[in-house]
């Protein structure tokens, strides 16, 4: 049975913590003197109000969340939190459809993005720092957040909430307290922050813009302050900067503890996923830089910037730009349509498959050829070393299954919407993966996803929350069995 209570207990506790960032924004629309302030200050009260609600709810709770309760708990923390993250915006009049308003939040919290605004700089400091501040929180999920600085909050717990919530198959433990790891992970995310926002800072950008562009930059989440993203600036060090952050970003957040903490530098580039992870960017940037020169005419240091920098935004689901890739050769497309898919490390504030799935998937595929060879031969799965469990490598077939299905059932609701073919297939996979910019000239980062049908932003919507959950998170609350009481 679901401990409903517990879960109404830590929603309410989380949405103190909701109440508490909305305060923030209210402080900046004060001193900015912008109209914002008075639709912070009442999303502010109504987030405090509902948490008293909440937690008179699971007043008499016990301590004991199960992992059917903990699933639940993830789920319906972020769905509620982008139900009152939505709220400056619709009390506001900045987005005053109800649908837009969601989606908008809900693209923030799980980094994807994409934005139905076709204008961002009319809109108050207030809002754009809520904007980027959605993505920020959402980088490494609401709950581990709370893990790090309430670990008393979820209790024994804490380790089904991080299973729930954390990304990709395999998770590396730094340390046996789960709640001290988190705080390390959060010191890490903090820290490349703020070096973020000095270079952003060194580099020409004004304190608003950098703390924002930081704050984006490192949850690879892609909101921008201004409608050409990084183009707006011009300049090349301030691009540079933006790529070696993001790349720092799609980097397993344990591996960058040892790293960074313990000296152990070595350890990235023993690591199977880590390589793979600088072997597809460095093949990608080389084959589009080539084309570029070649069909486009570009300079040598345009090429590989533009290239590097749509690769990397591409591989860790960022989605931000400095060039017009709708002008570019159409195979460069299907380049970033698939590191799109592929998605960098797991650990890490990124979307998408993971570099560790296609890893194990290649050794899968070996084994099998070796199979085919030695029939009675024993061939178990090793990753750095360590054999993987059949019950993981179910998993991952059962993922990547259902992964693929998701993507073909979404698009076949958009074709049947009158979106066409090619644009479908890449809103589809672009959500799922949380990347939210498209590579065509219809939808992406040049124009608005507003002009979507209203019930294809709520299936976008949806899309971006299961795959910021990895999907199974969410889609084992529509089974049967979930409910039933044993």
């Excluded at 409608?227 to 397993?252: C, M």
């Excluded at 290649?362 to 070393?385: D, M, S, T």
């Excluded at 990347?435 to 979507?452: D, M, N, R, Y």
Aim: aromatic share 14%; glycine share 8%; charged share 10%.
């Amino acid at each position: 049975m679901v401990n409903l209570p517990l879960v109404y207990k830590i929603i309410g506790s989380l949405l103190f913590l909701l109440g508490t960032l909305l305060g923030i924004c209210v402080a900046i629309s004060i001193f900015y003197g912008e109209d914002d302030m008075m639709p912070f200050l009442i999303s502010t009260l109504l987030t405090i109000s509902a948490a008293f609600v909440f937690k008179y709810m699971g007043r008499n709770a016990n301590n004991n969340l199960s992992r059917r309760d903990s699933y639940l708990l993830v789920t319906a923390t972020w769905v509620v939190f982008t139900f009152f993250g939505m709220m400056p915006y619709v009390i506001g009049g900045y987005i005053t459809n109800i649908t837009d308003a969601f989606f908008e939040t809900m693209s923030g919290f799980t980094t994807t993005g994409a934005s139905i605004l076709n204008s961002v700089e009319w809109l108050p400091h207030g809002i754009l720092y809520w904007r980027t501040q959605t993505q920020w929180i959402g980088g490494l999920g609401i709950v581990f957040f709370t893990i790090a600085i309430l670990p008393s909050m979820v209790g024994s717990g804490s380790v089904k909430v991080f299973a729930a919530e954390a990304t990709g198959p395999m998770r590396s433990k730094m340390h046996p307290r789960l709640s001290t790891m988190a705080k390390w992970i959060w010191t890490i995310y903090l820290g490349l922050t703020i070096a973020c926002m000095l270079s952003f800072y060194l580099c020409g950008m004004d304190w608003f813009d950098s703390i924002n562009y930081s704050m984006t930059t490192t949850a690879t989440g892609g909101f921008s302050t201004h409608n050409d993203s990084t183009t707006y600036f011009n300049s090349a060090s301030i691009e540079y900067v933006s790529v070696i952050f993001q790349f720092l970003a799609g980097i397993n957040f344990a591996m960058l503890y040892l790293a960074i903490f313990k000296l152990r530098v070595g350890a990235l580039f023993k690591s199977s996923e880590f390589k793979l992870y600088i072997f597809l960017i460095v093949a990608a940037t080389t084959f589009i830089m080539y084309l570029l020169m070649t069909r486009n005419g570009y300079g040598p240091e345009r090429a590989f910037r533009s290239s590097l920098f749509h690769v990397v935004s591409s591989m860790t689901t960022t989605g931000i730009f400095n060039d017009d890739a709708a002008m570019w050769p159409h195979i460069t497309w299907v380049v970033m349509g698939t590191l799109m898919f592929f998605g960098a490390c797991s650990g890490s504030t990124t979307g998408g498959f993971k570099c560790i799935r296609l890893v194990m998937i290649f050794k899968v595929l070996l084994n099998e050829f070796q199979r085919i060879l030695h029939p009675n031969a024993v061939l178990p799965v090793k990753i750095n070393g360590q054999t993987v469990s059949q019950q993981k490598l179910s998993t991952l077939l059962a993922f990547f299954a259902i992964f693929t299905f998701m993507v073909a059932i979404s698009t076949t609701i958009m074709i049947a919407a009158g979106i066409d073919t090619t644009n479908a297939i890449v809103i589809a996979l672009s959500c799922i993966s949380n990347v939210g910019a498209s590579l065509t000239t219809e939808i992406g980062p040049v124009l608005s996803w507003g002009e979507l049908p209203q019930y294809i932003k709520w299936t976008c919507s949806f899309l971006m929350l299961v795959g910021r959950l990895e999907i199974m998170s969410v889609l084992v609350l529509f089974t049967r069995a979930f409910w039933k009481d044993n």
